[in-house]
């Protein structure tokens, strides 16, 4: 609009050729195909204008006004629109805060219209929304699956839009269209890694190769640093996503559904007696397998001779930090000192000469997911000691590369590259009261001890009783 305000006219007979005219450079401002909602914002906030300079040669005032209040509206909108991504963030977190999971769907869904490469707000939807919070088959599904489409269309390398898609699909009931989105997203990622070697092609065709390891646990333990760690060594092909969480939460839709996560390597594409044999071992990270009395039983079914591996962290630093993350997330509002106490309470509560009872260490699971021995004894149930390699947590913070080297000796594969070894998903929060630390400590010992017991390891944890 120009910048003089326009004003009406001293009588209604004055002339279309007395008003201004409409400015030669507005039409070149208005998008001929819109791609965002942005841009959607932006031609409507032209059209408004274009009706009120319109209406201003016609003399017609009232439409001025109206005109230019749609302007208004619409102008507004692209500002709301073009907020800075953390500020949508901070809307997004506050909505699913208020229990407006749809609206909070929404803002995330709005960042990546605006930033497709926002990795942080494909996690969010994943991992905190669309597994948890989102009934199967709601609409909003369709609402994430139709944005990742246009942004896949856009961006076809952009892998976290496909595996989000590819969830969406999957809470759909389309079963077979998530694992051929999955496929694709693993024959991408294949094709990368073999053009860095320049050898082979990568396919989308199904494959059935057993996992050669599975990291289980423990959550808070460090996995998602030893995830990114180990997918750096030339001979590990990593899923496309790390927590499928196939064998506790996903495991109806089926092995194939899981499988097509995994890429599939040349030589795994013959199907001749006498191939050769793939040059690379899979594994996955899932740190809640491990607590799950399901997993260890359904793991066994399909891959009996599989490697497992456990992280564990000193059970109160655990807690502690598992509880600083629900509080982050959104769900956990009470204090810390009061989880705890109600935790425990229902723990020693529910306590026998057997043992804890799993239903309740699935419920206090602040304190109950530090409770290794019983967790560890399901899967001991099933596999063999020397099939599960438990590493604590510790070690691998503070020596890293020593760390990966003995378990690429137990994977029997080669050292690990040179990389940088930072911490990955690390979270801040304040010291816990000395009263609190110890009275988790003097709970803890005996179930260490017990720990220690089983799996004839010792830990150096500080625990007092």
Not at 115 to 126: F, G, M, V
Not at 263 to 287: D, F, K, L, R
Request: proline share 7%; with cysteine; net charge neutral.
């Amino acid at each position: 609009m120009p910048k003089n305000r326009l004003s009406p006219p001293e009588s209604p007979s004055v002339s279309a050729s007395a008003s201004p005219t409409v400015p030669s450079s507005l039409p070149s401002l208005m998008p001929l195909s819109p791609s965002s909602v942005a841009d959607e914002l932006k031609a409507s906030t032209l059209v408004a204008l274009r009706q009120a300079l319109a209406s201003c040669e016609a003399g017609d005032w009232k439409k001025v006004m109206a005109a230019c209040e749609n302007a208004l509206v619409s102008c507004k909108s692209v500002i709301a629109d073009q907020l800075p991504v953390q500020d949508l963030f901070d809307t997004a977190e506050t909505l699913k805060q208020q229990g407006k999971i749809s609206e909070a769907v929404r803002a995330y869904l709005k960042i990546l219209q605006q930033q497709p490469r926002t990795y942080r707000a494909y996690t969010r939807l994943r991992y905190n929304l669309m597994r948890y919070d989102i009934a199967e088959g709601d609409p909003v599904f369709q609402e994430i699956v139709d944005v990742c489409q246009a942004i896949v269309d856009r961006v076809p390398q952009l892998k976290a839009a496909r595996v989000t898609m590819g969830y969406g699909l999957t809470k759909l009931g389309k079963t077979q269209a998530a694992t051929e989105c999955y496929r694709q997203a693993s024959a991408l990622m294949m094709q990368r890694r073999l053009a860095a070697s320049n050898t082979g092609n990568a396919s989308s065709e199904g494959g059935s190769r057993p996992l050669d390891f599975m990291v289980i646990g423990a959550e808070k333990s460090g996995t998602t640093s030893l995830f990114q760690y180990l997918y750096q060594h030339p001979e590990i092909l990593s899923p496309i996503e790390k927590e499928i969480d196939f064998f506790d939460v996903e495991y109806k839709y089926g092995l194939d559904w899981y499988l097509a996560h995994f890429p599939v390597s040349p030589a795994q594409q013959e199907s001749q007696p006498g191939a050769e044999v793939s040059p690379y071992i899979v594994g996955e990270t899932s740190a809640n397998y491990l607590y799950d009395n399901l997993s260890p039983a359904r793991v066994f079914e399909h891959f009996p001779t599989i490697q497992l591996v456990a992280l564990l962290r000193h059970p109160v630093d655990r807690t502690v930090s598992r509880y600083n993350m629900m509080v982050r997330n959104g769900n956990e509002t009470r204090s810390l000192e009061e989880a705890i106490t109600q935790e425990l309470q229902q723990i020693e509560q529910a306590t026998t000469p057997e043992g804890i009872p799993w239903p309740v260490l699935n419920r206090c699971r602040h304190v109950g997911n530090s409770l290794y021995y019983y967790h560890l004894q399901r899967w001991l149930s099933y596999f063999p000691r020397e099939q599960l390699l438990v590493l604590p947590s510790e070690l691998l913070f503070a020596q890293p590369e020593q760390t990966l080297s003995d378990l690429c000796r137990v994977l029997k594969i080669g050292p690990p590259p040179e990389q940088a070894y930072a911490k990955h998903n690390a979270g801040d929060y304040s010291a816990v009261s000395p009263a609190l630390r110890q009275r988790l400590s003097a709970f803890y010992q005996p179930h260490v001890s017990k720990l220690e017991s089983l799996l004839s390891q010792s830990f150096g944890w500080e625990l007092s009783a």
